[in-house]
């Protein structure tokens, strides 16, 4: 079975100061791995994706994860915080049997 | 707008009372999945399909619920006898092909859902 754990439910950070959201998975195969982002009253929108080809990752909006095996981790990183980055951030894990399962989530506030 | 489109987007109902959810995916993918999601928790797997067939169905989805997409374009979800426990956000979601091999999955905005 796959699972992935969001280690912060909110991260507070200022505007232009980086960005760090951490997630870690379990997986019993090769996991595809992705970022998601919420914002209020809409849908989910995707930041990125892992597949098995490069370990670093380029997503949208500047933001980028590493994956890194030996560690079971997927953070997501953006060097420069904006203020239309607060939102709410998934990490998301699907095997094999595609069955994607989302983390709980991390509520990030961008303070002025 | 060719983006995954749901109906209704807001539905309050009394406790008791059936309720149906309309997604329309995406054209050109063949599978579509069910989601909930309640505050401040990730979405939660219900069930998806490939073309017209059910091939998956998480515990979550009691026999209260049930899933159908009936020519493999549009699904619905219904949820009989409600409960206040089904309050929740109903996502649904389309995809060509398997998450597994990395191909993304396009959630629509979402169905609001309130059991008074």
């Known amino acids: 079975a796959q699972s992935v754990t969001q280690l912060d439910s909110h991260v507070s950070v200022s505007e232009g100061t980086p960005v760090l959201l951490r997630c870690n998975y379990s997986s019993s195969y090769s996991p595809s791995l992705f970022w998601y982002v919420q914002h209020p009253n809409k849908g989910l929108q995707l930041l990125l994706k892992y597949t098995s080809a490069a370990t670093l990752v380029k997503g949208i909006n500047g933001f980028e994860a590493e994956f890194k095996k030996s560690e079971t981790s997927f953070h997501l990183t953006k060097p420069s915080a904006h203020m239309s980055d607060a939102a709410e951030y998934f990490c998301v894990v699907s095997a094999r049997n595609n069955d994607m399962r989302f983390g709980a989530g991390t509520r990030l506030t961008v303070k002025p | 707008d060719t983006g995954v489109s749901q109906n209704p987007r807001h539905k309050i109902t009394k406790r008791g009372q059936n309720v149906t959810f309309r997604c329309d995916p995406i054209?050109?993918?063949?599978?579509l999945y069910w989601y909930r999601q309640t505050l401040g928790q990730g979405p939660e797997f219900l069930t998806y399909?490939?073309?017209?067939?059910?091939?998956?169905k998480s515990r979550l989805l009691s026999d209260r619920f049930s899933a159908e997409r009936p020519k493999g374009s549009f699904s619905t979800l219904e949820i009989q006898r409600t409960e206040q426990g089904d309050s929740a956000m109903y996502l649904c979601?389309?995809?060509?092909?398997?998450?597994?091999?990395?191909?993304?999955?396009?959630f629509g905005e979402g169905s609001w859902l309130t059991v008074v």
């Open positions: 054209s050109e993918h063949n599978r």
């Open positions: 979601a389309s995809s060509f092909g398997g998450t597994a091999s990395g191909n993304t999955i396009y």
């Open positions: 399909f490939q073309n017209e067939a059910q091939l998956e």
